[in-house]
Each structure stands twice: as C-alpha cells, then as structure tokens.
Nanobody
C-alpha cells in the first residue's frame, strides 16, 4: 500500500506563485526519486521537475528558472515552488514516485493530481 498525495493547487493570476507539496506514505521500503509531471487538456503528460534521493535534479525546459523542486528524504515529501506563473502552466500536476514497496521491487507510482489554473 502506497499513497502519493498532492496539495497546494488552485487559481492564481499570471505572474503569481504557488507551492505544491507531495507526501508519500504507506509500505515504502525506499524512495529513489520523486517528481512532478503535468498534463493540460489535449496534451501529453510532461515532466516538470524531478529529484533523486541523492539530490540530483532535472527540470523541464518550459519551467527552468521559474520552478524549484526540493525534497525531504526523512519526511518522504517533495515540494515544487512555482514562481512567475504563466497561463501555459495551467494543468493538472501529478506527483510521481520511483520507489520500492516492502517486499517488492522498484516501481512508478502516481498521485491523483492537483489542478493549477493560471488565469486573469
């Protein structure tokens, strides 16, 4: 049993900021990496940012310089600070974990998503 629960989505004006958080819980043996993906209507799901348990970070090109990802291994959480938001950032944001469930191997797990709407 594993759950990834996102929070922090909402409505914000262009140029504004939001902070998304994701908490992992359940029968987790080890977390190798966590990240954020987003999907807008009619679009494919795309990488926003990811971070490994060792602190290695990747950003999608469209958010580089505006978003910052951070993680806390002890708390099993990952945070996405989103600044200078644009209407193009409007999407459902999903938390992803690459983790091992107790007595199982590595696998990808997804949260249910949180909606971010950037609009005037």
């Amino acid at each position: 049993q594993v759950q990834l629960v996102e929070s922090g989505g909402g409505l914000v004006q262009p140029g504004g900021s939001l902070r998304l958080s994701c908490a992992a819980s359940g029968s987790i043996f080890m977390i190798n990496a966590m990240g954020w993906y987003r999907q807008a209507p009619g679009n494919q799901r795309e990488l926003v940012a990811s971070i490994t348990s060792g602190g290695s970070i990747n950003y999608g090109d469209s958010v580089k310089g505006r978003f910052t990802i951070s993680g806390d291994n002890a708390k099993k959480t990952v945070t996405l600070q989103m600044n200078n938001l644009k209407p193009e950032d409007t999407a459902v944001y999903y938390c992803q974990g690459l983790l091992s469930i107790t007595n199982q191997g590595l696998g990808i797990h997804w949260g249910k998503g949180t909606l971010v709407t950037v609009s005037s």
